[in-house]
């Protein structure tokens, strides 16, 4: 699979009807709800990667170290 933000090869480390847990060379460990994969998927949204980036660093500062992209913390493309 390739990973959710930036598109390079990634580890699927689990995956449910909740979402998935991805491992990324670049982006980190991290784990994607079932509802952003399926509007990435069908709507053809675009995951903006330096600010998910970003966010995905400052929620690991905060010592949340598998951080949560959900429909409410996602960074899209305008």
């Not at 998910?52 to 010592?63: A, D, Y």
Request: some cysteine.
């Amino acid at each position: 699979m390739s990973c959710s933000i930036c598109g390079a090869s990634a580890r699927v480390l689990e995956t449910n009807f909740h979402g998935a847990i991805v491992d990324c060379v670049e982006c980190g460990s991290y784990v994607v709800s079932a509802e952003v994969l399926k509007k990435k998927e069908f709507s053809g949204k675009v995951v903006a990667v330096q600010a998910t980036r970003l966010w995905l660093v400052s929620q690991r500062l905060g010592h949340n170290h598998r951080p949560v992209i959900t429909a409410d913390t996602v960074r899209w493309v305008k």
